[in-house]
Antibody, heavy 120, light 110 residues
Framework: QVQLVQSGAEVKEPGASVKVSCKAS????????IHWVRQAPGQGLEWMGI????????GYAQKFQGRVTMTSDTSASTVYMELSNLRPEDTAVYYC?????????????WGQGALVAVSS | QSALTQPRSVSGSPGQSVTISCTGT?????????VSWYQQHPGKAPKLIIY???KRPSGVPDRFSGSKSGSTASLTISGLQAEDETDYYC??????????FGGGTKLTVL
C-alpha cells in the first residue's frame, strides 16, 4: 500500500534552515507528483509547492519563492523540502502528499506530518 | 495567489444535508475543473474526499458530492452523521504548477 513516512519533529532558531524528508513506498516513486502543505497551530492548510520526483518539474507558491527548495533522491525514494531563513511564523506541521494520479488532481495520500518549531 | 473563500462554519442536524461553498476566481476555480475537497479531523492528516470537482476516491461514501458553477465550487454532505463533524478544506489548481487552498470550514452536527 502507498505510504509516505516523514522525518521527525525539529526545533530551530530564527534564521536557520530546516530540511524535512518524506520517504515513499508501495508505488513507483517517479510516476507521481508530491505536494508540500503546511498547517500552523490552529490554522488552515497552506499549499507550499509541488515537485515531480524525477526532478524535472517544481512549482512553488509565490509566498515561499526564494526560501523553499524541493528535491528528491530517487535511489532512496525520498523527497525533501528545505525552508530557509526561518521565522517564528513558520512554526507549523509540514505534510508531504502524493497526487492521486495526474498532477492536477488532488493529494490522495498523505504523510503523518512533521512539526517544525521556530523559537529562540 | 489568494486563498479561496469558504464560510468559517456551517451546521446541520443528523440526517440533513449541508453545503459548503468555495469561491475563487477565473484564475483558479473558474478556470479549471481541478477542485478538490479534504476532510481533516483534529490532530490528523487531511483526507481527500472529492477531486476533479465531482469524483470520489475509493472508500468515500456517496453522501459526499461535489459541484461547480462559475468560480464557486460546492461540497454537499447528505444524510449528516455525527462523525462528519470536523473541518473541511477546498483546493484548486491555479495554473503554472500552483495550487491554492480555502481557509477551511468547521462543520457542526447539531
Amino acid at each position: 500500500q502507498v505510504q509516505l513516512v516523514q522525518s521527525g519533529a525539529e526545533v530551530k532558531e530564527p534564521g536557520a534552515s530546516v530540511k524535512v524528508s518524506c520517504k515513499a513506498s508501495g508505488y513507483t516513486f517517479t510516476n507521481y507528483y508530491i505536494h508540500w502543505v503546511r498547517q500552523a497551530p490552529g490554522q488552515g492548510l497552506e499549499w507550499m509547492g509541488i515537485m515531480n520526483p524525477s526532478g524535472s518539474t517544481t512549482g512553488y507558491a509565490q509566498k515561499f519563492q526564494g526560501r523553499v527548495t524541493m528535491t528528491s533522491d530517487t535511489s532512496a525514494s525520498t523527497v525533501y523540502m528545505e525552508l530557509s531563513n526561518l521565522r517564528p511564523e513558520d512554526t507549523a506541521v509540514y505534510y508531504c502528499a502524493r497526487a492521486v494520479e495526474m498532477a492536477t488532481q488532488g493529494a490522495g495520500y498523505w504523510g503523518q506530518g512533521a512539526l517544525v518549531a521556530v523559537s529562540s | 495567489q489568494s486563498a479561496l473563500t469558504q464560510p468559517r462554519s456551517v451546521s446541520g442536524s443528523p440526517g440533513q444535508s449541508v453545503t459548503i461553498s468555495c469561491t475563487g476566481t477565473s484564475s483558479d476555480v473558474g478556470g479549471y475543473d481541478y477542485v478538490s475537497w479534504y476532510q481533516q479531523h483534529p490532530g490528523k492528516a487531511p483526507k481527500l474526499i472529492i477531486y476533479d470537482v465531482t469524483k470520489r476516491p475509493s472508500g468515500v461514501p456517496d453522501r459526499f458530492s461535489g459541484s461547480k458553477s462559475g468560480s464557486t465550487a460546492s461540497l454537499t454532505i447528505s444524510g449528516l452523521q455525527a462523525e462528519d463533524e470536523t473541518d473541511y478544506y477546498c483546493s484548486s489548481f491555479a495554473g503554472g504548477y500552483t495550487w491554492v487552498f480555502g481557509g477551511g470550514t468547521k462543520l457542526t452536527v447539531l
